[in-house]
């Protein structure tokens, strides 16, 4: 089994298109919205029986002076990692990874689900996903609610509450909202780039929901669409619309959206167990799936990847909160490219 860093997209693309186990960013492309957005490496590799592609790595060397320096399968998603034919295929992508991670100085490695072909590394599984199977008939789920979130999804549409989905050129509609509501939580924001850059290379397969109060905007969620699958890596609601449960209106119409336009399942995205945001995400009946990211740091050395929700970031929270939006935008995408 020989593994190269490889240079064709062609053949990339057509091994992971007919692969049962592929997730959207497998893909060739993926390494432009993210080098494009933030200047990280793209490094990928492939195992080779022959002239065929037995198994596939996208990686992504991420420089951080204050975090240190990784390489990441796929950073700023919740899928990546091995996509492979076989186990030896697995085997040969971990071991020249590693390799790789040497090389560049790389103190740790995290691939992001994937399968594990490495028993020796660390399998951390701090969080989960949300996934909602849709049924045939809709009005099974929703009469499987509680019925305080049925009386709230109802009054939000009858107190002036409507729902319109568009392409992924509304990013001017959905970002303000973003913005707004990763500052309130304390968290640094992705620059505007990253969802342009993700509706370019991917304009066929981004929605953007719109919720509006009063036909001014009030709540929006990003959606990725793959094979049966709507993703929605992130949502976010004004603090003004809560009051008419914006964001339980905002998750139902993506539940509906989805059903109306023959998809399976909904992605709510990845949380972590016990948080609000779980708490939050239960209503929707939807199966817990554990996250296993597997990681691996040099001999001698201890697996810490930044995380936003980690104890050191707590009190950087507690001084974002009260940064103005403007400075919380401008500084934000500055440190959260190394936050993957």
């Known amino acids: 089994m020989n593994v190269t860093s490889w240079k064709d997209g062609a053949s990339w693309d057509a091994f992971v298109h007919l692969h049962t186990g592929a997730v959207n960013y497998h893909h060739w492309h993926w390494q432009d919205v993210i080098r494009e957005t933030y200047g990280h490496e793209p490094v990928y590799l492939a195992a080779t029986d022959g002239d065929k592609i037995a198994g596939v790595l996208p990686l992504f060397f991420i420089r951080s002076r204050l975090f240190s320096n990784s390489l990441v399968s796929v950073p700023f998603f919740t899928y990546g990692g091995i996509l492979c034919d076989t186990r030896a295929a697995g085997e040969a992508l971990v071991t020249e990874a590693e390799q790789v991670a040497k090389q560049l100085g790389a103190r740790y490695i995290e691939l992001r689900a994937g399968g594990n072909y490495a028993p020796g590394w660390t ?36 107190n002036g509450i409507t729902v319109d989905c568009r392409c992924g ?26 969802f342009e850059n993700i509706h ?16 001014r905007p009030s ?9 049966d699958t709507v993703e929605m890596p992130w949502a976010a609601s004004l603090e003004s619309g809560r009051r008419k449960f914006t964001p339980l209106a905002l998750y139902w119409s993506v539940i509906e959206w989805a059903h109306q336009n023959s998809f399976r399942k909904v992605d709510l995205g990845r949380c972590t167990p016990g948080s609000g945001n779980y ?3 239960r209503h929707w009946r939807p199966t817990e799936q554990p996250l296993h990211w597997h990681c ?19 009190l950087a929270v507690n001084v974002w909160k009260h940064l103005p939006l403007p400075v919380a935008n401008t500084i934000g995408p500055l440190i959260v490219r190394c936050i993957p």
């Open 123 to 158: 399998d951390l599984t701090p969080k989960v996903t949300m996934v909602v199977d849709l049924p045939e008939d809709l009005d099974q789920l929703w009469t499987s609610l509680n019925a305080k979130v049925r009386k709230r999804i109802r009054y939000a549409h009858k």
């Open 279 to 281: 708490d939050f995400k």
């Open 219 to 227: 709540a929006a969620a990003f959606l990725i669409i793959y094979r």
């Open 169 to 194: 050129d509304a990013i001017s509609g959905f970002y303000p909202i973003f913005a707004d509501n990763m500052r309130n939580l304390g968290t640094p924001v992705y620059p505007r780039s990253w």
């Open 296 to 314: 691996w740091a040099p001999a001698g050395s201890e697996v810490h990847a930044p995380r936003r929700d980690d104890a050191k970031f707590n």
């Open 200 to 215: 370019r290379h991917n304009h066929s397969s981004v929605r953007i929901l719109m919720v509006f109060d009063q036909s």
